[in-house]
């Protein structure tokens, strides 16, 4: 079946450090893969995707890279801000499963002056 | 493009009462989803709509929530008798296609639910 791993949080970091949040995935078929951020209080945005191997996605200063053999997207960021404080979830979205988001469990970012 | 609107956003009940919230998607979106989002958890789909018919509900706990998308625009979600376990973030999402292909689900604010 479908499932997403991502890394457990809490994460704290520094001011201007640099960030990895690692995800991986099972999937049969060519899923699309994203990445969502909950800011504290607020809805799901979505903040990049990735729809097939070897795609990146970015935004914001985040990236990740569709690794089809690797079986991850993880997301990077090189230099993190306190605004980037929040819950970042990986998910997978399969053609043939009716759209259904299957979702990583969240990481907590959490970062500091 | 507007996007996807809630209501409400916040909303405090005693256990036993009902609740309705209100989702608009965002327009020309033909697929709509509920999630509940308990503290500290990942969303949980708990019905999926395309236009009007239900794609999925097999999460939905259908002895006492019930969803409706009448017209394959805006959707209610009740919950009749709640229970405590019932507080979480309401979500509601809407997808573009109507058939075919993965495609990207855009959130509203969600409603918070906090029963007593």
């Known amino acids: 079946g479908n499932s997403v791993t991502q890394m457990e949080g809490p994460v704290t970091l520094s001011e201007e450090a640099f960030l990895t949040i690692n995800c991986t995935y099972t999937?049969?078929?060519?899923?699309?893969l994203f990445w969502y951020v909950q800011y504290p209080g607020e809805g799901l945005q979505l903040l990049l995707k990735?729809?097939?191997a070897d795609d990146k996605g970015s935004n914001k200063g985040f990236e990740a890279t569709y690794r089809k053999e690797t079986t991850s997207f993880h997301l990077e960021k090189g230099s993190v801000q306190v605004s980037d404080s929040a819950v970042y979830f990986c998910?997978?979205?399969?053609?043939?499963?009716?759209?259904?988001?299957?979702w990583g469990l969240g990481t907590s970012l959490a970062v500091n002056p | 493009e507007a996007g996807v609107a809630q209501s409400p956003r916040y909303k405090i009940i005693e256990k036993r009462q009902s609740v309705a919230f209100w989702c608009n998607p965002i327009?020309?979106?033909?697929?709509l989803y509920w999630y509940q989002q308990i503290l500290g958890q990942g969303p949980k789909l708990l019905i999926q709509?395309?236009?009007?018919?239900?794609?999925?509900d097999s999460q939905l706990p259908k002895d006492r929530f019930s969803a409706e998308r009448l017209k394959g625009v805006d959707s209610t979600l009740k919950i009749q008798p709640a229970k405590l376990e019932d507080s979480a973030v309401y979500l509601c999402?809407?997808?573009?296609?109507?058939?075919?292909?993965?495609?990207?689900?855009?959130f509203g604010p969600g409603t918070r639910l906090t029963v007593l």
């Open positions: 999937a049969t078929g060519y899923p699309s």
């Open positions: 327009s020309g979106h033909a697929t």
């Open positions: 990735a729809t097939k």
């Open positions: 999402a809407s997808s573009p296609r109507r058939s075919g292909g993965a495609d990207t689900q855009y």
């Open positions: 709509f395309q236009n009007n018919g239900v794609v999925d």
């Open positions: 998910a997978l979205n399969n053609a043939g499963n009716n759209r259904k988001l299957i």
